[in-house]
């Protein structure tokens, strides 16, 4: 079986491939790239004039809430959800119940995902045994299992040596810690950003300094240690200033933010909404142009979703208690294009970086490019489409999002992993 | 006679001045009733009002009941240690039940920010809050401003200096939306660690030493420091905080001879506030807690027969 994507925009930054021009699937793998391909009398040809062809999206931090927390995601509904954002790898956070901190729950997740999943899924295993920040995982059988990155996300590591223990130890399975940062006692039980709004609504606030400190520690540990370390969701001015000054002296971080990062500011939460409540909070237009300059100059290295799907149980409830976080998969890439791209700040080239190859490199995946030979993840664009959010149509079991009714440019047209289209003309054909 | 705009009174960052000043002047006709001796209107007949009080309160659920019973109304408590809230029941459930038994106003206090909103929008009863964690305290500014208008005659370019523990105060918020949105230059202090970031942006000027904020105010008010606050790193001592902060004699000196001396109360005599100053003449605390249920029966009445307009 031949699948013919013809005269598309294809972008590979490891080809540097830049230009109108065909790809040529057979089964699950590219076969050929170049102009006037054919798929022979039975192919199946999808016609990409006008838009862009970019390697699989991957999403190296969302929470699909399987096992444990069924009733606001599961493997199906999640991958769904992924797929028509666009996104053909997902690599979920450990903090389902059980945790994801032993082979069995990583084998779990791996093979329900095959039976049921719609998108390639990639557990990340926790640092911690059930994430309680004192005792290692057995990190090495993680990784055998198939862990692809380590996190107690959710929470912090607060113990520093714990923290320099887990770097030096997985460094020597090649294994990433992806770093929730944040300082317990500074964030002590505030649930917006600190500012003005906090303020005005007298709620306690998260300082922005709550991150910063940790990200300072992780680059520190880091540093010393000569092991990587990847900061998650990063949001605050200052965080991204440490992580720009760590990597100009060399130090092994990376860097992801997510879209809420850069396209809302704390005001979102005026009126008690709930919606705009997560964790990092959404902070000030000062921090949210810091963090675009980030991405710009490439401080910041990955846009994740932190796809974080809850209940209407728990967001329909006083501020103070509702659950953090926000569906994340289906607006990321149309909030990346209308703020990003429209705007100026990042070329669809830097995009592809952001969003397939870098975190193919840190979850250490064979993906992220369009590559005769690889397997043929590949998602295609339409960066004009013009479409108005509707929570209600969320692929996703849960319709927590902020940015129900935004007008929004681009979005993926057709997934497809494995060389089988997933979503096609932008509905899910699975 | 006007109508109230709003159909619940959540806070006076969101509450129009005509709404204000209709709830001023209709306070004052309901203190008139007060002081007639028959305490007894006929302005909430056939409504039923539902306290629902979360946090422990003498004065404002007291004020309320006899506001609502002085007008004629069905009164009600929910008191929650005795009632499914103490069995895990949301607030959204326990809000809905009571909006079916037929309330027409509900009164509500809550430990966090923002719960009557929350309230509000899912019942179709008006909701009255009562004071939400720190976020605002709506009736107890309305009585505040209606206190400094009858002893002032006006509001309109007077200083007023809220001094404490302005971090934590839902009053000190009402205040300084009320008060600024009628004209009034306010100052606040409080110690660094109790100072709301950013709050300048609300309008008002801000020292981190009470006389400064005092100097030629007309009106005090003065805010509780609680107890409780101790041991948190925001102050060292209930001791040195009186020492620094405390309202005495000397300090009042700054103020203006007439200043008004006010507080939402329970003092604590000694800390906040020397004995001298809170029983002084110019100090109007007793009269704030009368104004109180005259504020209270006005915004009763009018959110009552919003729906008759």
Avoid at chain 1, 186 to 202: C, K, P, Q, R, W
Avoid at chain 1, 287 to 311: C, M, Q, R
Wanted: glycine share 8%.
């Amino acid at each position: 079986m031949k699948l013919l994507i013809k005269n598309g925009h294809v972008i590979d930054i490891k080809t540097a491939l830049n230009e109108i021009t065909d790809i040529l699937i057979e089964n699950d793998r590219i076969i050929e790239i170049g102009k006037g391909l054919d798929a022979g009398s039975t192919g199946d040809v999808i016609d990409a004039e006008g838009k862009y062809v970019i390697p699989g999206m991957i999403d190296c931090h969302c929470h699909l809430r399987d096992p444990g927390y069924e009733y606001k995601e599961d493997i199906e509904s999640g991958t769904k959800s992924a797929a028509v954002g666009g996104f053909t790898s997902v690599a979920c956070m450990p903090n389902t119940n059980p945790v994801i901190d032993n082979q069995a729950v990583v084998s779990f997740v791996k093979n329900k995902a095959k039976q049921i999943g719609v998108v390639n899924v990639y557990p990340i295993g926790a640092i911690t045994k059930g994430q309680q920040g004192k005792e290692l995982s057995d990190i090495g059988e993680l990784k055998s299992a198939g862990a692809v990155g380590l996190s107690d996300d959710g929470s912090p590591v607060e113990n520093p040596l714990v923290m320099l223990r887990a770097l030096k130890y997985s460094s020597m399975f090649d294994i990433t810690v992806i770093s929730h940062c944040e300082d317990k006692f500074l964030a002590d039980d505030g649930v917006m950003n600190e500012g003005y709004y906090s303020t005005i609504m007298g709620l306690k606030g998260i300082p922005s300094v709550s991150e910063a400190v940790m990200v300072s520690r992780d680059i520190l540990l880091s540093e010393y240690t000569n092991a990587p370390i990847h900061i998650a969701h990063v949001s605050t001015e200052l965080s991204v200033d440490l992580i720009r000054k760590a990597k100009k002296r060399g130090v092994k971080v990376t860097a992801e933010t997510c879209p809420h990062y850069f396209s809302l500011t704390e005001s979102a939460c005026e009126n008690f909404n709930t919606l705009a409540k997560v964790n990092p909070p959404l902070r000030s237009e000062k921090d949210v142009n810091a963090v675009i300059e980030g991405l710009k100059d490439g401080t910041i290295d990955i846009i994740a979703t932190d796809h974080a799907p809850h209940h209407e149980d728990e967001k329909n409830v006083e501020f103070n208690i509702a659950a953090n976080g926000f569906v994340g998969f289906e607006t990321a890439l149309p909030l990346s294009i209308t703020y990003l791209m429209k705007e100026g700040h990042l070329t669809m080239e830097q995009l592809v970086q952001k969003i397939c190859i870098n975190p193919a490199k840190l979850l250490g995946l064979n993906k992220g490019t369009i590559e005769v030979g690889k397997t043929a993840d590949i998602t295609i664009v339409d960066i004009n489409d013009e479409y108005t959010v509707d929570i209600s149509r969320f692929k996703s079991k849960s319709q927590n999002s902020p940015y129900n009714g935004y007008k929004l440019f681009g979005r993926a047209v057709y997934t497809i992993v494995g060389g089988k289209p997933v979503v096609r003309d932008k509905k899910l054909v699975i | 006679m006007s109508v109230m705009q709003s159909k619940h009174v959540l806070g006076l960052k969101d509450m129009s001045t005509d709404d204000i000043n209709l709830i001023l002047k209709t306070a004052k006709s309901m203190k008139h009733l007060l002081d007639s001796g028959n305490k007894k209107g006929p302005h909430l007949q056939g409504k039923s009002i539902i306290t629902l009080f979360y946090e422990n309160s003498t004065r404002t659920r007291l004020s309320f009941e006899l506001a609502s019973k002085y007008l004629g109304a069905s009164a009600a408590n929910i008191s929650v240690s005795g009632s499914s809230v103490a069995k895990g029941e949301t607030l959204l459930d326990t809000g809905r039940t009571i909006n079916m038994m037929g309330a027409d106003v509900i009164i509500m206090r809550h430990s966090m920010s923002g719960a009557p909103h929350f309230l509000s929008k899912n019942i179709n009863a008006s909701v009255i809050n009562a004071g939400d964690g720190m976020n605002e305290h709506p009736t107890q500014g309305l009585l505040d401003m209606y206190t400094i208008l009858e002893e002032k005659g006006r509001i309109q370019g007077l200083k007023v200096a809220i001094l404490g523990d302005i971090y934590h105060s839902r009053v000190a918020r009402s205040n300084i939306w009320g008060l600024t949105k009628m004209g009034a230059k306010v100052t606040v202090a409080a110690p660094e660690t109790l100072m709301p970031p950013e709050i300048e942006k609300m309008g008002v000027e801000t020292f981190n030493t009470i006389e400064k904020a005092l100097i030629d105010a007309d009106v005090i008010i003065n805010l509780r420091i609680q107890a409780e606050r101790q041991g948190k790193c925001l102050f060292p001592t209930i001791r040195e905080y009186a020492r620094f902060f405390g309202l005495d004699d000397k300090r009042l000196g700054l103020a203006k001879k007439d200043a008004l001396i006010m507080h939402p109360g329970p003092v604590n005599r000694g800390v906040e506030m020397t004995s001298s100053v809170i029983d002084c003449e110019r100090s109007f605390i007793n009269e704030q807690v009368k104004n109180g249920v005259a504020v209270r029966m006005a915004i009763l009445f009018l959110l009552t027969r919003r729906e008759l307009a």
